[in-house]
Antibody, heavy 124, light 109 residues
Framework: QVQLQESGPGLVKPSETLSLTCTVS????????WSWIRQPPGKGLEWIGY???????NYNPSLKSRVTISVDTSKNQFSLKLSSVTAADTAVYYC??????????????????WGRGTLVTVSS | SYELTQPPSVSVSPGQTARITCSGD??????AYWYQQKSGQAPVLVIY???KRPSGIPERFSGSSSGTMATLTISGAQVEDEADYYC????????????FGGGTKLTVL
């Protein structure tokens, strides 16, 4: 079955760029959308953005100026870069597969498969 | 910005019915989804498209939606159902922004 695994540094210095990669195994990254979600310690979930395997993206407006999500179909991976990080960006970062459907004419999309998550701490 | 509102906590005794609500202005047009997150684990989808149950999710989990409120119902809650539950949906602005509710801590004791 399809599995997702996050990888990357667990510690990032303030003002630097956080970089994470999600590796998709057991299936192809093609024909799906893929997403990043984060959860600060003891707090709720926040959607960061998603990418289609073709490269088109959609970002949370609250993070859009600092976020870049990219995809490498040859490696079955997609990646997250978050620039100018502060302590407020300390969180568990999850990658997830996106599924889509319609309610009438309205597009809905959600996360049907998640990675285990990786904790990234922003500290000097 | 679009928001989904959940109660911070719900408490029931084992075997009782737990109901967790989620309110949002776009829910009449958009589906609600529900995630269960146990301590230290990744979220798991328990209800999608308002009321559908993914394979492997016990039948005691059900969902409904009416107007601006969606409800997750756990009939005959078990101790192992104790977890944080998050509703999720997308806004209707055309930006296709994903939004989570603040989460509800379900205590079963």
């Amino acid at each position: 079955q399809v599995q997702l695994q996050e990888s990357g540094p667990g510690l990032v210095k303030p003002s630097e760029t956080l970089s994470l990669t999600c590796t998709v195994s057991g299936g192809s990254i093609s024909s799906y959308y893929w997403s990043w979600i984060r959860q600060p310690p003891g707090k709720g979930l926040e959607w960061i953005g998603y990418i289609y395997y073709s490269g088109s993206t959609n970002y949370n407006p609250s993070l859009k100026s600092r976020v870049t999500i990219s995809v490498d179909t040859s490696k079955n991976q997609f990646s997250l870069k978050l620039s100018s990080v502060t302590a407020a960006d300390t969180a568990v970062y999850y990658c997830a597969r996106v599924n889509r459907g319609y309610s009438g004419y309205d597009l809905n999309w959600y996360f049907d498969l998640w990675g285990r998550g990786t904790l990234v701490t922003v500290s000097s | 910005s679009y928001e989904l509102t959940q109660p911070p906590s719900v408490s029931v005794s084992p075997g009782q019915t737990a109901r967790i609500t989620c309110s949002g202005d776009a829910l009449p047009k958009k589906y609600a989804y529900w995630y269960q997150q146990k301590s230290g684990q990744a979220p798991v989808l328990v209800i999608y498209e308002d009321s559908k149950r993914p394979s492997g999710i016990p039948e005691r989990f059900s969902g409904s939606s009416s107007g601006t409120m969606a409800t997750l119902t756990i009939s005959g809650a078990q101790v192992e159902d104790e977890a944080d539950y998050y509703c999720y949906s997308t806004d209707s602005s055309g930006n296709h922004r994903g939004v989570f509710g603040g989460g509800t801590k379900l205590t079963v004791l």
